[in-house]
């Protein structure tokens, strides 16, 4: 087991990107501190990892939603834990694609609870971990709904325009404390996404991806890593990232 590796927190490591993430960090030798609801999942993802690449893996299972949950979580964590290298705010969802009209109230308020607030409650505590480093990562998973609206993505839209915006504001906050801040915004990317996207309709979350070929978890995982390892001097600030099918939210190439 390792003892000094640089350490890489993932929130929503539990399923998709944040998982990829988990194992492309994991096999590059970073100790993990990964983060989900679901404890099953954190656990046997962590002993896969463990024994798989020797890493030390730490799980934390709570809501980010939730500002109590949050701040016990992490403020339990010993010293030697708090010097997080790079933290990964990606835990998000989208609920519904319906108009305006016929929104779900409480569908509303999950999104902007977990893919503001909860990015906006991790963020505030690790941050200040980071500043007394003076040095640290934040990479923020934003979307290509945080830069262009389209039909029926109102409130999820409005989400990842917020985590635009967080972005700008948090790499000018911590300009002077040396952090790093990152905006990765994915267009298409086949994970369980789409599933949640529509509770749990599996044969419509497929059709999403259907007649081109989506981006995969793998795919946004290994660009983050290589946008974690520029050297200290660069920072990339915003980066878009498509599938070469995919133009944007709605000019797809299906079936070329
Ligand atoms: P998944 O559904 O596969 O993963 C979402 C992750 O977020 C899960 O690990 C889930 O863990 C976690 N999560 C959701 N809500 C909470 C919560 N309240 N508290 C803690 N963790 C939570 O989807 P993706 O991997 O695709 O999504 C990851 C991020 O990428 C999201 O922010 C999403 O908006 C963004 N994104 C996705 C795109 C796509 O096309 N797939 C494109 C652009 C951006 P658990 O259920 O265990 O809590
Ligand atoms: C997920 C990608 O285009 O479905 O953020 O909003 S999209």
């Known amino acids: 087991m390792s003892t ?3 350490i890489v927190m993932i929130t929503g490591a539990t399923s998709g990107i944040g998982e990829a993430c988990a194992e492309i960090y994991a096999a590059n030798n ?17 002993s896969k990892l463990e024994k798989r690449f020797g890493v030390n893996i730490t799980t934390l299972c709570f809501d980010v939603s939730d500002s109590k949950q949050v701040a016990s ?6 010293s030697r ?5 790079v933290l990964i705010n990606n835990a998000g969802l989208s609920l519904g694609l319906d108009p305006i009209q016929d929104g779900e109230l409480t569908d509303w308020d999950t ?9 906006l409650y991790v963020s505030k505590i690790v941050s200040n971990w980071m500043i007394e480093e003076s040095k640290g990562h934040i990479i923020n998973i934003g979307s290509i709904a945080g830069k262009q ?3 029926n993505g109102n409130v999820y839209n409005a989400t990842k325009h917020a985590v635009d915006a967080l972005n700008q504001a948090m790499r000018i906050d911590l300009l002077k404390f040396g952090i790093k801040v990152t905006a990765i915004n994915p267009g298409a990317v086949e994970t369980a996404f789409s599933e949640v ?3 749990g309709d599996k044969e419509k979350a497929k059709k999403v991806y259907e007649g081109f070929e989506p981006l995969v978890a793998k795919d946004i995982a290994e660009t983050i890593f290589f946008v974690t390892s520029r050297p200290d001097h660069v920072n990339i600030n915003d980066l878009i990232i498509m599938p070469t099918a995919q133009a944007s939210p ?3 190439n299906k079936n070329s």
Do not use: W
Request: charged share 30%; proline share 2%; aromatic share 10%.
């Open 81 to 85: 834990l708090k010097k997080v290298a």
């Open 73 to 78: 979580h992490l403020n339990q964590l010993p």
């Open 149 to 151: 609206v389209y039909a």
């Open 30 to 46: 970073f100790d993990l501190i990964i983060t989900g609801r679901r404890e099953e999942k954190l656990k046997s993802l962590r």
């Open 111 to 119: 999104m902007i609870d977990t893919n503001i607030k909860g990015l």
């Open 197 to 199: 996207r529509f509770h």
């Open 250 to 252: 709605y000019y797809l």
């Open 4 to 6: 000094s590796n640089k």
